[in-house]
């Protein structure tokens, strides 16, 4: 008889248990731990989200895979409003968060052993996973050179990137969206810090007609309420873009039953059509990133990159990512490796600026024993 082949034999061990023992040294301090190594929000989910999911909290029914046609038409108004971006409401799709559509996309897609998916080689780790979980083989690359003769039938992009927090300029999109109409590759934009751009930063969707003209041929764009709207418990985001490719997700997301609750949808729905909350939580943001980055860089460290997204992409002089990780635990600070998101972070760390006021004050303070 065949032996089973576990699908955990194809992914490697899950990077976050390696912290353990620094999460325990930094806990250890006297005033506790200032945990900014996840990046999970910590601050209130706004009073109107809460009350629109109390409100459709009597369904009893099926809700539709493919999202209310309320829900639809209130993403592409929001797209058109804040990104520029004209959608029709029939190639929306809602999504269990987005980290659900991107660990599950080349499975979807109908990809698996044989073919060759490409991802950023400083990346949120899930790309791999997802890639591997299809059977397929991950392939690091920032440019289209380094993808060689291989064929890619998709390549994931993250603009704005974690962990650096980089930018994609409208060029280079440009560029990526004509290799993939050239080769018939799909390219998906994982988008989930598009509001979150810093210092004059206004990040650029892969669908504005800047990029992609008049067509969303190829493309699909990935985003989520987790960061913008404080919705990571609730597992809220949407996917769009080429409406053929749209409906191919819909129709096999309808098989397997991967359907967002109707409480979620009608929370999504509010979180879109309010942008006053969205506001507020960005000048929170704002507001802690400023701390820190300068905490840092008056304690001697470099900040690479960083201009978007919720993190700083931090190296020190003297150490590697690990030793940085271990001087900060010292002090009660917990932070990400660089080499968690690929062989090319192994100088840096990654610092999350989603802690409250008080633990942000805490580090800052923390910090300037440093310099």
């Known amino acids: 008889m065949p032996q089973r082949r576990s699908v955990v034999d194809r992914l490697p061990t899950f990077p976050w248990d390696r912290l353990n023992p620094y999460r325990s040294r930094a806990g250890a301090h006297p005033d506790g731990i200032v945990d900014l190594s996840i990046g999970t929000p910590v601050d209130p989910v706004p009073p109107a989200l809460q009350s629109a999911l109390a409100a459709a909290a009597d369904a009893p029914g099926y809700p539709a895979t493919h999202g209310t046609p309320e829900l639809r038409a209130t993403v592409a108004e929001w797209l058109d409003r804040q990104h520029g971006v004209q959608v029709e409401p029939s190639a929306v799709l809602p999504t269990i968060g987005s980290k659900e559509l991107v660990s599950w996309l080349p499975t979807l897609l109908g990809l698996g052993a044989g073919d060759v998916v490409g991802h950023p080689e400083l990346a949120y780790p899930s790309y791999d996973i997802g890639i591997r979980l299809a059977g397929a083989e991950p392939l690091p690359a920032d440019s289209l050179t380094q993808l060689g003769p291989a064929r890619v039938p998709l390549l994931w992009i993250n603009t704005p990137a974690n962990p650096t927090g980089r930018v994609l300029p409208v060029d280079h999109l440009r560029k990526l969206v004509s290799w993939a109409r050239e080769t ?10 598009l509001d979150l751009g810093w210092d004059g930063t206004a990040p650029t969707s892969i669908l504005h007609p800047q990029v992609c003209g008049d067509s969303h041929a190829n493309l699909l764009a990935v985003h989520s309420l987790s960061k913008r709207s404080n919705l990571a418990g609730y597992r809220a985001g949407f996917v ?4 053929e490719l749209v409906a191919e997700l819909l129709a096999v997301r309808k098989q397997a039953g991967m359907i967002v609750p109707a409480p979620v949808q009608a929370a999504l729905r509010a979180a879109l059509a309010d942008e006053d909350h969205a506001r507020q939580q960005r000048e929170r943001y704002a507001e802690r990133r400023a701390a820190l980055r300068t905490a840092l860089v008056e304690a001697g460290w470099q900040v690479t990159h960083s201009e978007a997204g919720l993190y700083l992409w931090v190296s020190h002089p003297e150490r590697d990512a690990w030793a940085s990780v271990k ?27 989603t802690a409250t006021d008080e633990r942000i004050r805490a580090a800052v303070q923390r910090l300037a024993t440093l310099r």
């Open 184 to 193: 018939g590759a799909i390219l998906a934009s994982d988008e989930c810090y």
């Open 240 to 243: 769009t873009g080429d409406a």
């Open 327 to 353: 001087l900060l635990a010292d002090h009660g600070i917990l932070v990400a490796p660089g080499d968690f998101y690929g062989p090319a972070g192994a100088n840096h760390v990654r610092v999350a600026f």
